[in-house]
């Protein structure tokens, strides 16, 4: 994002919204709305974070009036929705709106563009519950009742020509703090796991409905941690709520956690038995301890291995990829190899061995490697 592009007080706000929100907010297009300055951005589209998906708002400010606040335009599809809406005043006909976040503008401030953002996704969050609560659909009616009490649920109506009608919720599972349980974490936003529920809209109840679609979605970031793929979910019996359904599932995923939490010391074992074997890692990951790199020697020929360790270690094995030290490209860029599994393996082994075991591969490895990086340089 080219903020030296936009006018000071724009950038300001803009950069506030984007690096210090507590929402993964980004920016997608931006563009000059003024005819007096046409070099200069005053306008942009945002991806916002809403029931795990993004809804885009155009922001519109006005560079030649740097008083006023910026509108919003929201999505097509959203025609209905009319935040800070006015009303009358009590025993007059005189309009008058609640207090938010346009009501007293500071263009001087870089937090208001934050502060009305946020202000605005609370009134969609609020915006969509409604337009869910009033589907006519019994099964949804109850399934809405049964988990309103829950804290961070969002919902979402959509509908259109092509698709049928349908509602999908999003669950916020799990109530720990995975970031505090990672030591060093890095993660700037908190970590958290929901379930993506999509309900197709009917008319009449029926007891025995077919299961919803059901999704375990993350933050991309904990995938270093923890893979919500590898998750086998409960299974929807006949009948079954939502309110029913959580309860087991959460209290599966809370062991999974403890285990991904736990599994970082075997894996940080593994890296430190590198070390009698092959010499101090060149480089390792000292928060998750998925990777590691080693200088090998065979005569002559040096190359580094790149171990990639996964988050099942030690039921999965690190995958190797070579890289010589001596061999370029005609690009100039080090040859590799592809990513190396088929190699002995057993997760019963103690650290040492494992480490031992790879050392004997890479003795064989390392004479089809050096061949391999010869005939490739050979290339033009």
């Known amino acids: 994002m080219a903020s030296d592009c936009f ?3 724009i950038a300001a706000q803009l950069n506030y919204l984007v690096h210090q929100s507590t929402l993964d907010v980004k920016v997608e297009n931006v563009w000059s709305g003024s005819k007096s300055y ?16 993004y809804i885009k708002w155009d922001v519109l400010y006005n560079a030649e009036f ?8 929201f999505a097509p599809e959203d025609e209905h929705f009319h935040p800070f809406r006015l009303r009358s005043r009590e025993g007059g006909n005189e309009m008058e709106g609640a207090k938010n976040s346009l009501s007293d503008w500071n263009h001087k401030d870089p937090t208001r563009l934050c502060a009305l953002i946020q202000e605005l996704r609370d009134e969609y969050t ?6 869910a609560g009033e589907v006519d659909d019994d099964r949804l009616t109850f399934e809405i009742s049964t988990i309103l009490s829950r804290e961070g649920i969002e919902m979402h109506m ?3 020509l092509d698709k049928p009608q349908e509602v999908k919720f999003a669950v916020p599972l799990v109530d720990m703090n ?4 990672v030591h060093g974490c890095p993660w700037r936003h908190l970590q958290k796991i929901h379930l993506q529920v999509v309900y197709p809209v009917g008319k009449k109840y029926v007891s025995a409905a077919s299961a919803p679609r059901l999704k375990l979605v993350s933050t991309p970031e904990l995938k270093a941690l923890f893979s919500v793929d590898d998750v086998k979910l409960p299974s929807w019996v006949d009948g079954m709520c939502m309110a029913e359904y959580l309860p087991h599932l959460e209290e599966s995923l809370q062991g999974q956690i403890m285990e991904a939490v736990a599994l970082i010391d075997i894996r940080r074992h593994f890296i430190e038995a590198l070390a009698p074997v092959f010499g101090r890692p060149v480089e ?3 928060v998750f301890c998925r990777k590691a790199t080693v200088l090998v020697a065979s005569g002559v020929f040096t190359f580094l291995v790149h171990l990639f360790i996964p988050t099942q270690f030690p039921r999965q094995q690190p995958a190797l990829m070579l890289q010589s030290s001596q061999h370029f490209n005609s690009q100039g860029a080090p040859i590799k190899s592809s990513l190396l599994t088929d190699y002995p393996w057993s997760p019963r082994w103690d650290a040492s061995q494992m480490v031992e075991r790879i050392l004997e591969f890479l003795v064989d490895e390392s004479l089809n490697f050096k061949r391999y990086c010869n005939e490739a340089q050979l290339q033009p």
Do not use: E
């Not at 005053?42 to 998906?53: A, E, G, H, W």
């Not at 609020?126 to 337009?131: D, T």
């Open 158 to 160: 959509s509908s259109g």
């Open 126 to 131: 609020n915006y969509q519950r409604r337009r």
């Open 178 to 181: 995975i970031n505090k349980m």
């Open 7 to 9: 006018p000071p007080f």
């Open 66 to 73: 740097p008083l006023c606040p910026p509108d919003v335009i």
């Open 284 to 286: 390792a990951d000292p």
């Open 38 to 53: 046409p070099g200069v951005l005053d306008r942009f589209t945002l991806l916002i974070p809403y029931c795990l998906d």
